[in-house]
């Protein structure tokens, strides 16, 4: 079987590092930092050890003795040369990124796949680093990767066509459900998202409702598991206001995608969210969620307007091919947990109500933040169906 190596030992690395060894592969994991390495090899161990205990596996002895940890150092770069695929998960920077790909390049075979599990940077401005770019494309894994099934698969504009069905095989042996999308901004999942917290925070700043009637209104009335002032603080301002302002200057600054002065404060505060104690909550110990005002026409509001610039964002990235809908779907439901497609649900509301509640913002703001997909008009006259 195929020996997998995966550089960068820390949160995502570590659990791509399970999965590849779960299915029975060998694997090298590699970081700079020994610590790291150390950390990792204790946590595999600790969740390796739960999962036998649930009976999710036979024996975490024998899965533990397929991952060999290793310093990414020249001295011990020969450990990558009988690997078929070799996954990047070191800190999201182009340049040490473009460091790590060269140092690979040196020893690893010529049919070797080099993938990167970027978030935000470009999968094309990676492999560009590259000697051979055809064999670079991005494997988008989620966070816990053991736990989310998704995967974004990503061809650079450089990666040979032929790779896609072997890798989306690849990770469906893996246990995972692999989408393909286009190298643009976010991605599917980060792109398609951004409404959900932006439009929220929106809200709030307006003074229109407060957080917690904004949270209660998109879990109860929308069936989300969170509310997005929730899931911000439980993913941390430190990560989600980045990947806000990253998606926003990758689109050369597009109006809809804007992120927000509230939560940029909230991070050079250091109130990053739960991990802090502190976010747009506080989870100091005696501290309470405030109540929200269960008022039903303003909950009504409230969802309507986040789900129609979500419907939005999933129909213009329809549009404009970056997936196809079936998995845009899949996306949205099995990387973010969503009660539904948001091509479906926009079935169901109606896409001439969806259409006439953006232009009714769009009117009210004049802001282009608030235009609608050419799609979405489209699909709205004769109010035809995506799924
Ligand atoms: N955390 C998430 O939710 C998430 C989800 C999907 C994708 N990602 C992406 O995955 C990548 C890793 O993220 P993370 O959250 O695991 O980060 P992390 O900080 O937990 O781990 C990064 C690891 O890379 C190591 N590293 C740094 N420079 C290195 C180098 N030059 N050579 C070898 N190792 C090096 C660090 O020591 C660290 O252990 C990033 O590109 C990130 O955008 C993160």
């Not at 993913?235 to 809809?256: A, C, K, L, M, W």
Request: aromatic fraction near 8%.
């Amino acid at each position: 079987m195929m020996i997998v190596g995966v550089v960068g030992s820390g949160a995502m690395g570590s659990g791509i590092a399970q999965v590849a060894a779960m299915a029975g592969h060998q694997v090298v994991l590699a970081d700079a930092n020994a610590q790291a390495l150390d950390k990792a090899r204790a946590s595999l161990g600790t969740n390796l050890q739960k999962l036998q205990e649930k009976g999710k596996i036979n024996d975490a002895e024998d899965i533990l003795r397929l991952i060999s940890y290793v310093p990414f150092s020249a001295e011990h770069m020969q450990v990558f040369t009988g690997c078929g695929l070799v996954i990047e998960a070191v800190i999201e920077r182009l340049d040490v990124k473009h460091n790590v790909f060269t140092n690979l390049e040196s020893v690893v075979v010529d049919n070797c796949v080099l993938a990167t599990n970027t978030s935000s940077l470009s999968v094309t401005s990676i492999a560009a680093a590259c000697r051979r770019p055809a064999r670079v494309l991005g494997l988008h894994f989620f966070n816990p990767a053991p736990l989310m099934a998704l995967v974004e698969i990503i061809p650079a504009i450089q990666t040979d066509g032929v790779l896609l069905p072997t890798m989306n095989d690849l990770m469906i042996k893996w246990g995972k459900i692999p989408v393909a999308a286009k190298d643009t901004p976010g991605f599917i999942v980060n792109r398609v998202a951004r409404p959900f917290y932006s439009e929220a925070i929106r809200i709030c700043e307006e003074g229109i409702a407060d957080m917690a009637t904004i949270d209660w209104a998109m879990t109860e009335i929308g069936g989300f598991r969170m509310g997005p002032f929730t899931l911000m603080d439980y993913i941390g301002h430190d990560v989600n206001y980045v990947v806000t302002e990253t998606v926003f200057q990758s689109f050369f600054f597009d109006p809809r995608y804007k992120p927000s002065f509230s939560q940029k404060r909230l991070l050079e505060a250091g109130w990053l969210g739960r991990k802090s104690g502190r976010g747009f909550y506080d989870y100091s110990p005696g501290a309470t969620i405030p109540d929200a005002n269960k008022n039903a026409e303003l909950g009504k509001e409230i969802y309507e307007r986040i789900l129609s610039m979500l419907i939005n964002e999933a129909v213009d990235a329809l549009y404009l091919n970056v997936a196809s809908a079936a998995d845009l779907e899949t996306a949205m439901t099995r990387g973010v947990n969503y009660p539904s497609g948001l091509l479906a649900l926009c079935d169901k509301w109606g896409a001439d109500k969806c259409l006439e509640k953006l232009d009714s913002l769009y009117h009210l703001y004049h802001e282009d933040r608030y235009r609608a997909s050419p799609l979405l008009r489209k699909q709205a006259i004769g109010n035809k169906k995506f799924v």
